[in-house]
């Protein structure tokens, strides 16, 4: 009975998350169509559109993570300029 009430417990817990699992917020759409992706395309990092790019995969996530910590996002574009330049 437990194991049953621990597998329906893990069971909700991903319908309740999954949902929120790569949604980007309207603010990381908004920097992300400031952005470049990198990888060589000349496309808007939110517009990249290669199959497995694995350069605007690792922005993006970069991007959400300091969009979620709160930053600025003067100081979220100084990241990225510092990390890959300016265009």
């Excluded at 759409?29 to 400031?34: E, H, I, P, Q, V």
Aim: charged share 20%; aromatic share 4%.
């Amino acid at each position: 009975m437990k194991r049953t009430t621990n597998i329906a417990l893990a069971a909700l817990l991903l319908l309740v998350l999954l949902p929120a699992y790569g949604q980007r917020t309207d603010r990381a759409k908004r920097l992300g169509g400031r952005l470049w992706c990198m990888c060589g395309c000349r496309q808007i990092l939110t517009q990249c559109n290669h199959v497995g790019c694995t350069v605007s995969t690792a922005m993006l996530k970069k991007l959400d993570r300091l969009v979620d910590s709160g930053e600025s996002d003067d100081l979220i574009l100084q990241s990225f300029v510092q990390e890959y330049g300016s265009a």
